[in-house]
């Protein structure tokens, strides 16, 4: 299975909008939003899944909860809502953990 965000995002091979970053995390603006407001949480390690972090990644999770809270509370504050959102399994286009913080009504990027 491909990772998009190790492949393409941390490699820089795709270029982003960048949202914030800090040493361990990076969040940017998704390259094909579904949503009105879509922006998303990566750690720089690779972690493929929210199931298989370790105990030594407790560090890096803060540090990905606490941007997610503050771009979480600059799209309320913004919008009034906001959803954070991951996916596993079968669900998880890439493996690679990834939080996305949206807001608005789903709509395919694709049409």
Known sequence: MSDFYCDEVLSGKTKVEKVMETEQVLAFHHT???YE???????KK???SLITLERED??????MLTVAKA?????V???GA???VTNMGEYQDSKHLHWHVIY???KNPTS
């Open 32 to 34: 094909r939003p579904s």
């Open 37 to 43: 407001s879509h922006i998303v949480v990566i750690p």
């Open 46 to 48: 690779h972690i493929s």
């Open 58 to 63: 407790n560090d890096l999770l803060l540090e």
């Open 71 to 75: 771009i979480a509370a600059q799209t």
């Open 77 to 79: 504050k913004k919008y």
């Open 82 to 84: 906001c959803r954070l």
């Open 104 to 106: 608005g009504s789903y």
